[in-house]
Structures are given as structure tokens and as C-alpha cells.
Nanobody
Framework: QVQLVESGGGLAQAGGSLRLSCVVS????????MGWYRQAPGKQRELVAG???????TYVDAVKGRFTISRDNAKRMVYLQMNSLKSEDTAVYYC????????WGQGVQVTVSS
């Protein structure tokens, strides 16, 4: 049974920072491309950052230069460092495999005030 548990969300002011964490169990984590997704009110869930087993990363243009995704295979964790936050970043954030989507966790709310 795959479990994806996100943490680290909360409130931040515009220009501030947050660090999200995700711990994964029940899958062969170290072999999977992992990603962070977000879903804002009234919008579709979108992939905002991805990271391969070896550490290659990709980002959507909206977060490029501000967000950094990383992973620790030994700890079975993936992180998202979010800097220079904007109100547009307000959303529920989820982690998951990019290619082998598992049951979604509950995600964490990130709210950025203007």
C-alpha cells in the first residue's frame, strides 16, 4: 500500500519561504521520477517540479528560479524549497510519482498573503 504524506505547508507572506517534505512508503521510491503537484481553487492539478533518481530536475516556468526540488533516496523523501513566494502560489500541494501515479495523499495547504 503506497502512502504519500506531505508536510510543511502553512501561511507565508509574499516574498517569504516555505519548505515542503514528503515521505513515501509502499513503492520502489528510489527508482521513480518524483514530482510535486499543486491544485489551486477552480483549477486543474498541475505538475510544478520533477526530479529523477539521479537528481535531474525540471520546473514549470511559473516557479522556475524560485522553487527547488530535491530528494533523499535513503530516507525515501522528496522536498520542495519555495522561495520568493507569490500569492499565485496559493494551492494544495501534493507529491507523487510522475509516471506511476499512486493514490494521492491529502496534500498540504500553502497560502501566500499579499
Amino acid at each position: 500500500q503506497v502512502q504519500l504524506v506531505e508536510s510543511g505547508g502553512g501561511l507565508a507572506q509574499a516574498g517569504g519561504s516555505l519548505r515542503l517534505s514528503c515521505v513515501v512508503s509502499g513503492m520502489t521510491f528510489s527508482f521513480k521520477v518524483m514530482g510535486w503537484y499543486r491544485q489551486a481553487p477552480g483549477k486543474q492539478r498541475e505538475l510544478v517540479a520533477g526530479i529523477s533518481r539521479s537528481g535531474s530536475t525540471t520546473y514549470v516556468d511559473a516557479v522556475k528560479g524560485r522553487f527547488t526540488i530535491s530528494r533523499d533516496n535513503a530516507k525515501r523523501m522528496v522536498y520542495l524549497q519555495m522561495n520568493s513566494l507569490k500569492s499565485e502560489d496559493t494551492a494544495v500541494y501534493y507529491c507523487n510519482s510522475v509516471t506511476d501515479i499512486a493514490t494521492w495523499g491529502q496534500g498540504v495547504q500553502v497560502t501566500v498573503s499579499s
